[in-house]
């Protein structure tokens, strides 16, 4: 065989085994932490396993909500105040940005319910998203006793978003 398809053939190979081994990667939590952890820079991914938690970076102030399996801003302590019971429970991690970016909830977000009506709603940037049980709730340690009751009419009215389970 010439020289040239050769290594064609021989780039053509590398190439594939590069995609394949890239294709059958090992989730982050699963795999083992590397002795120079700043050498590796994992792309953020959706982590649906860690729904519910609430998170905060060692290396900042900031906390999140993990919602769809994605990392959301809580914008202040306020709205914090608004949607959860209290301030334990919150997971230190080393890399919040390892979990996607879902954007942030919205000021002054928070937990809402016809008078009448047994469903509760978390009502962020615009959207309300049914809480589908209690212990939905209690996964996400949304605060029974912070929520407000909103009329039917002014409920009805605010566009619905996914469900919260």
Same mark, same amino acid.
């Given at each position: 065989m010439?020289?040239?398809?050769?290594? /064609?053939v021989?780039?053509?190979l590398l190439?594939t085994? =590069?995609?394949l081994a890239?294709s059958? %990667?090992v989730?982050a %939590? /699963?795999a083992?932490?590397?002795?120079d952890?700043s /050498?590796?820079?994992?792309?953020?991914?959706?982590?649906?396993d860690?729904n519910?938690l609430?998170?905060?970076?060692i290396?900042?102030?900031a906390?999140?909500?993990?919602l769809d399996?994605k990392?959301?801003?809580?914008?202040?302590?306020?709205?914090y105040?608004?949607?959860f019971?209290?301030?334990?429970g919150?997971?230190? &991690? &080393?890399?919040?940005?390892?979990?996607d970016?879902g954007g942030?909830?919205?000021?002054?977000?928070?937990?809402?319910k016809?008078?009448?009506?047994p469903e509760v709603y978390l009502?962020?940037?615009g &959207?309300?998203?049914?809480?589908?049980s209690p =212990? =939905?709730m209690d996964k996400?340690?949304? %605060?029974?006793?912070?929520i407000?009751?909103?009329?039917?009419?002014?409920?009805? =009215?605010?566009?619905?978003? %996914?469900?919260?389970?």
């Amino acid at each position: 065989m010439p020289r040239r398809p050769r290594l /064609a053939v021989l780039a053509i190979l590398l190439a594939t085994v =590069a995609a394949l081994a890239g294709s059958a %990667a090992v989730p982050a %939590a /699963a795999a083992p932490a590397p002795a120079d952890q700043s /050498a590796i820079a994992q792309p953020p991914r959706v982590r649906p396993d860690l729904n519910g938690l609430r998170i905060k970076d060692i290396s900042g102030p900031a906390i999140y909500l993990v919602l769809d399996g994605k990392r959301r801003h809580v914008p202040n302590p306020e709205t914090y105040n608004n949607l959860f019971r209290d301030w334990n429970g919150i997971q230190h &991690v &080393v890399d919040a940005a390892a979990i996607d970016n879902g954007g942030p909830l919205s000021d002054g977000a928070f937990l809402g319910k016809a008078p009448n009506a047994p469903e509760v709603y978390l009502v962020s940037n615009g &959207v309300k998203r049914w809480i589908t049980s209690p =212990a =939905a709730m209690d996964k996400y340690h949304f %605060a029974w006793n912070r929520i407000a009751s909103i009329s039917p009419v002014a409920l009805h =009215a605010i566009p619905t978003g %996914a469900s919260i389970s």
